[in-house]
């Protein structure tokens, strides 16, 4: 009996991934095949693309590191075998199959894998994730997989320790998840070290664009850095996240890998609101572990908070990405696709 009860859990388990797998390939063609023009910055990747080993050039030793040389090297390599116009679809694909893929494995049931599928694309961070911000969407599911694959183990956060050279957000992301790995050697209340990140985080939103300038970080001189914009929407929303997150039970979801680095994420994210424009930028890494908890998990009131936070961001979905994600001729296309 056990036997055959082992062998079809086995069978239903190589059925889901194989299910699994081709839907996150059908998601991620249907992604990857819309047209470099609608989206904002894809002139810049195909530039990547053409001149990524000039552009390692020009940095000088000191700056070197900081400006995401792993990424250069990946476009020279997917150079030699995809036109340059292709190879950010690439990125797509590989971004958009991922976190498919993680959504159909860990949901527990079919409303849930809607929910996720939702999730990924109606909430405008994760859209702007596998469809702009590239280069972060790749650190992103890279990290996703070593959670995945080896959490726990000291081979991931020696895999994480390349993730900064293909995003610069990862020497903020990384250090904080080897941060809150250490206070776990000493500290065993989850409340505390929960304060003591907050604390850490929000001193070091006063300094870090200026140690991202004084190290030659490309990003911490452009405009959307200097200046910080954020009306306060976004830290309330995430609050009320943070606080369902919180009365779930914190240790309940803090022994949750996924949803550790889904709290972790929270306090960055509100930490840095007011001070460091990037807040937005980084959320979006976090928020596909979170899609993860949620719906991997049985509790209501999660899955009530997580469809709250859906509505809401449906609500601002068009608003959002015209504004961030889509160039004038994607407003028209997106136009088009709306009226017929």
Not at 46 to 58: F, H, K, R
Not at 125 to 152: C, D, K, N, S
Not at 213 to 241: K, S, Y
Not at 271 to 293: D, E, H, K
Request: net charge positive.
């Amino acid at each position: 009996m056990n036997f055959h009860r082992n062998s079809n859990l086995s069978g239903n388990r190589y059925i889901k991934k194989n299910v699994s797998i081709l839907i996150s390939i059908t998601y991620a063609t249907l992604l990857s095949s819309f047209p470099n023009f609608v989206f904002r910055d894809r002139d810049t990747y195909v530039t990547y693309a053409i001149y990524s080993v000039g552009l390692l050039e020009d940095y000088s030793s000191s700056s070197y590191l900081f400006n995401e040389p792993l990424f250069l090297y990946y476009n020279n390599i997917l150079s030699y075998v995809f036109s340059v116009n292709l190879i950010p679809k690439v990125g797509v694909f590989l971004i958009a199959f991922t976190l498919a893929y993680f959504i159909l494995i860990y949901a527990s049931s079919f409303l849930k894998i809607i929910l996720g599928f939702f999730l990924i694309f109606f909430v405008s961070y994760t859209f702007h994730l596998q469809l702009v911000v590239l280069r972060q969407g790749l650190a992103t599911i890279m990290l996703m997989w070593f959670v995945h694959l080896y959490w726990g183990q000291k081979k991931f956060y020696l895999l994480c320790f390349i993730l900064p050279f293909f995003h610069a957000s990862f020497f903020i992301i990384v250090p904080t998840l080897i941060y809150d790995r250490i206070l776990s050697n000493y500290i065993s209340s989850t409340k505390i070290k929960i304060l003591i990140i907050s604390i850490s985080m929000i001193f070091l939103s006063l300094i870090l664009l200026q140690i991202a300038t004084d190290l030659g970080v490309r990003q911490a001189t452009q405009d959307h850095l200097l200046n910080n914009e954020n009306g306060g929407g976004g830290f309330i929303l995430f609050a009320f996240i943070f606080m369902f997150l919180y009365f779930r039970g914190l240790n309940n979801v803090y022994n949750n890998k996924y949803g550790r680095i889904s709290i972790l994420g929270l306090i960055v994210y509100l930490a840095f609101y007011f001070t460091v424009p990037i807040s937005g930028r980084i959320i979006g890494t976090f928020l596909p572990f979170m899609y993860i908890y949620i719906v991997s998990s049985k509790n209501l009131k999660i899955i009530t908070a997580a469809l709250v936070f859906l509505i809401i961001n449906i609500l601002l979905f068009l608003s959002s990405i015209v504004g961030g994600s889509l160039t004038l001729e994607g407003v028209r296309y997106l136009n088009n696709i709306l009226i017929y």
